[in-house]
């Protein structure tokens, strides 16, 4: 299982305790299916919240707004080489009130958002949200690895799409992308005049040998069509303190950003958010360090629990992010994979189908839990499985 770590002392009974959404939402099963870390938050962001409530409430003030904006850049600098002006870099709520900005404000009405699938969840939800049809365009598997289908965003673009929805690293599959396989994506983009919304949230959660390479890094062209949205809230835990950094590559961008219809949107960050992003990025390393070692052991021993207990489970370990995608499909389950396994297994888990048609049949399994406890989940899902009967193999 792997060298031993604090996290692994974390128990079941003490996660439930905390009163948490993945941990009281289904009282009688493991929480597995909403990202949120049961690790806590570094020592650095728990100092840089301790103080009076006075400093917390209010609108965001342009002196906490500004050191984000510079802890976010040298973050982004030191670790993928990528230098953005503070100035260029603003605060929003999540990055899905980024997404829904960009949807607003950068394409126009009646044009098409382009979706590769499966895809997080809400993607799938906040287009039509906006009037925008989503234009689905499912991934390929080539050589036993999620692929984007070009030819398909080809089509999509020539069809009216506006904008394409990236997620990099890719949330469900857990691919992170190559520069080639960007720079494709860029060709057809600027083929067709098209938009891009990077979502990069998950970007520190990235394992060697993979690298994160911002999208909007590769070229003048990719800077010019891109929206790019990250923040410290997957990587450091902060879900719900709501703050999320917009990206903004290109003077045309900036500008249409600093109109007010727009930078009302910084309105809904919050200052709690704002100081737990700055600490994040300036003071937090450490324990993303040792956070992101930990995953990585997650993801691997989930890979060798699987093989040795339920080998019909098919399962690629993430390049990035701490979500596995399980392939549930020779299971041979009648109905939804993730409902047999929160009623017969207690685990509670994403269904693929959520995440769109290419889903169907798949599981999303959160691994940011300590790993005995993925030991147990599996070990449950497994004695599931036996007390149904041998799986049927197709
Ligand atoms: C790809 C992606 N984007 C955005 C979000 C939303 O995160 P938050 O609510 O912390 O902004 C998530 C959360 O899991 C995610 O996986």
Redesign the pocket.
């Known amino acids: 299982m792997g060298t031993s770590h604090a996290y692994d002392a974390i128990g079941i009974d003490q996660l439930r305790q905390t009163g948490s959404f993945k941990w009281s939402t289904y009282p009688d099963a493991i929480g597995a299916f909403i990202?949120e870390m049961d690790f806590g938050v570094a020592p650095a962001i728990s100092d840089a919240l301790t103080g009076s409530v006075g400093a917390l409430v209010g609108y965001p003030t342009p002196a906490l707004v500004d050191a984000m904006a510079d802890a976010c850049a040298r973050f982004l600098d030191d670790s993928y080489g990528w230098k953005v002006p503070a100035e260029r870099i603003r605060p929003v709520g999540?990055?899905?009130i980024a997404m829904r900005a960009t949807i607003d404000h950068f394409t126009a009405p009646g044009s098409k958002i382009i979706l590769p699938t499966p895809a997080?969840m809400p993607f799938l939800k906040i287009p039509p949200m906006h009037d925008r049809e989503i234009v689905e365009v499912p991934l390929l598997v080539q050589d036993g690895r999620y692929v984007f289908d070009l030819d398909g965003l080809d089509r999509a673009f020539a069809d009216g799409g506006g904008m394409l929805i990236l997620?990099n690293p890719y949330?469900p599959v857990g691919r992170v992308f190559t520069r080639e396989e960007l720079l494709a994506i860029s060709e057809i983009v600027e083929r067709y005049g098209g938009r891009v919304f990077s979502?990069e949230?998950?970007a520190p959660l990235v394992f060697a040998p993979h690298v994160h390479i911002p999208y909007a890094s590769i070229s003048e062209a990719a800077a010019n069509h891109t929206i790019t949205s990250t923040?410290a809230?997957?990587a450091w835990n902060?879900?719900g303190l709501k703050a999320?950094q917009v990206i903004l590559s290109n003077d045309a961008d900036a500008a249409v950003w600093a109109t007010p219809v727009v930078t009302r949107n910084e309105l809904l960050a919050s200052n709690p958010g704002i100081i737990a992003n700055t600490a994040a990025y300036d003071d937090g390393r450490e324990w993303l360090a040792d956070t992101h070692t930990y995953l990585d052991g997650n993801r691997r021993v989930l890979g060798e629990l699987l093989a040795a207990q339920i080998p019909e489970i098919g399962y690629i370990p993430a390049e990035g992010s701490y979500i596995a995608w399980l392939d549930a499909r020779g299971l041979g389950i009648d109905g939804s994979p993730a409902d047999f396994f929160r009623e017969h297994a207690g685990v509670a888990l994403t269904d693929g189908i959520a995440c769109g048609a290419p889903g169907d049949g798949f599981l999303r399994f959160i691994l940011a839990t300590p790993r005995p406890i993925i030991v147990q989940a599996v070990e449950q899902m497994a004695a599931a499985l036996a007390r149904r009967g041998a799986p049927v193999s197709v």
Do not use: F
Request: glycine share 0%; aromatic share 6%; proline share 6%.
């Open positions: 990202a999540d990055v899905l997080y997620c949330n979502d949230i998950h923040s809230s997957k902060l879900p999320a």
